[in-house]
């Protein structure tokens, strides 16, 4: 049986990563920051354990978007890859776009709806957090 496994990368192909095994989570975050980052009204991610996640192709550029926080991308193209927070260092969001099958892993909640643009109407049904899902009490 081989690895079970989906790949993705940027928009230009300097970037190739690998993922396998089951994700975490999936959601869309509404946060400012990472609508900055993907320059979209929305990013949608996937976790996975960190173990599970390798670059296989190039080197993404870093950047630091707060103090526990640091984001990749691809230097050449711009497409923005992952997020990682300090305080959850065992996983890596990926972002779902950027997976060769987007369609693969679903988001299952809407998270920092407080940020949420005026214009963008969520009507899928899913789950809605007004900040992060595990510090909404
Ligand atoms: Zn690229
Ligand atoms: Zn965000």
């Known amino acids: 049986m081989s690895e079970s496994g989906f790949e993705g990368g940027c928009l230009c192909g ?3 990563y690998r993922v396998r095994g089951a994700p975490l989570s999936s959601g869309i975050c509404h946060c400012r920051s ?20 390798r670059v296989i192709k190039g080197r993404p550029a870093e950047f ?4 526990p926080v640091t ?11 992952t997020y990682r927070h300090a305080d959850y260092a065992d996983r890596i969001d990926v972002m779902s776009c950027t997976l ?3 369609d693969r892993f679903p ?11 005026g ?3 969520i009507e899928d049904g899913l789950p809605v957090y007004a900040a992060t899902k595990d510090t909404e009490s």
């Open 119 to 121: 214009w963008v109407k």
């Open 71 to 81: 984001r990749s991308f691809c230097a050449r193209c711009g497409t923005s890859l």
């Open 34 to 53: 990472c609508r900055r980052a993907a320059g979209a009204p929305m990013l949608p991610y996937v976790t996975f354990p960190i173990a599970d996640f």
């Open 64 to 67: 630091r978007s707060s103090p």
């Open 14 to 16: 300097s970037i190739r």
């Open 107 to 117: 988001p299952t909640l809407h998270i920092w709806t407080s940020h949420k643009l």
């Open 100 to 102: 060769d099958d987007p």
